[in-house]
C-alpha cells in the first residue's frame, strides 16, 4: 500500500503563487508515475499534471502550461506542484495520486491510478 498527504493549500489572490506537496509512504518503490488532479464544485475531477518517479518526465493539461510546475524529490518521497498566475478558475480542491504501471499514454486518466490522497484545498481570490 502507498499513502498520500497533501499539504499546502490556501487562499491566494489571482496572479499569485502557491506551492503544493504530496508526501508518500508506505510501498513507494512501487510508483511508477504520479499525478496532480482537481475538481471545482459542481466540476469533474481533471488532471492537471503527472511526472514519472524515476526519471522525472513531466506532462501538463493544457489549461495549465507555462503556469504550473510538477516536480519531485524521489529522497523525501514528495511531489510538488508550484503554481503560479494564479486565476480564480484554478480554485479546487486538488489531488495527488500515485500509480504503478509505467504505462504513460494514460497518464490524464483518473482510472489509471492506484493511490489517493485526501486532497487540499486551494482557493484564488478575483
Known amino acids: 500500500q502507498v499513502q498520500l498527504v497533501e499539504f499546502g493549500g490556501g487562499l491566494v489572490q489571482a496572479g499569485g503563487s502557491l506551492r503544493v506537496s504530496c508526501a508518500a509512504s508506505g510501498r513507494t518503490y512501487s510508483i511508477y508515475k504520479m499525478g496532480w488532479f482537481r475538481q471545482a464544485p459542481g466540476k469533474e475531477r481533471e488532471f492537471v499534471a503527472g511526472?514519472?518517479?524515476?526519471?522525472?518526465?513531466?506532462y501538463y493539461a493544457d489549461s495549465v502550461r507555462g503556469r504550473f510546475t510538477i516536480s519531485r524529490d524521489n529522497a523525501k518521497n514528495t511531489v510538488y506542484l508550484q503554481m503560479n498566475s494564479l486565476k480564480p478558475e484554478d480554485t479546487a480542491v486538488y489531488y495527488c495520486?500515485?500509480?504503478?504501471?509505467?504505462?504513460?499514454?494514460?497518464?490524464?486518466?483518473?482510472?489509471?491510478?492506484?493511490?489517493w490522497g485526501q486532497g487540499t484545498q486551494v482557493t484564488v481570490s478575483s
Open positions: 511526472i514519472t518517479w524515476s526519471g522525472g518526465r513531466t
Open positions: 495520486a500515485a500509480d504503478r504501471s509505467s504505462a504513460l499514454t494514460t497518464i490524464s486518466r483518473m482510472s489509471e491510478y492506484d493511490y
